[in-house]
Nanobody, 117 residues
Framework: QVQLVESGGGLVQAGGSLRLSCAASGSIFSLNAMAWYRQAPGKQRELVAGISSGGRANYADSVKGRFTISRDNAKNTVYLQMNSLKPEDTAVYHC???????????WGQGTQVTVSS
């Protein structure tokens, strides 16, 4: 049974930093692509950053240069380091795993990030 458990969200002032973590279990983590999505109230869920099994990262234009996604295969964990946070980064952040080779998507329960101005 695949489980994704996020942590690290919270309330921070604009310009501050947070690091989100997502611990995965129930699958061979190192083979799977991982990603972070976010959903703000009244908006559609959007991709924030993704990282392939080989470590290649991609980012939404809105977070390039501020956010960094990384993975530790030994700990079955993916991270999202968020710097220079803006009020518009406020959202629920969800961890996503795309399982190899089925391409089935799994989601965490989400963690709230609130950036005050």
């Amino acid at each position: 049974q695949v489980q994704l458990v996020e942590s690290g969200g919270g309330l921070v002032q604009a310009g501050g930093s947070l690091r989100l973590s997502c611990a995965a279990s129930g699958s061979i983590f190192s083979l799977n692509a991982m990603a972070w999505y976010r959903q703000a109230p009244g908006k559609q869920r959007e991709l924030v950053a993704g990282i392939s099994s080989g470590g290649r990262a991609n980012y939404a234009d809105s977070v390039k240069g501020r956010f960094t996604i990384s993975r530790d295969n030994a700990k079955n964990t993916v991270y999202l380091q968020m710097n220079s946070l803006k009020p518009e980064d406020t959202a629920v952040y969800h961890c996503n795993m795309r399982e190899f080779p089925t391409s089935r998507d799994y989601w965490g329960q989400g963690t709230q990030v609130t950036v005050s101005s």
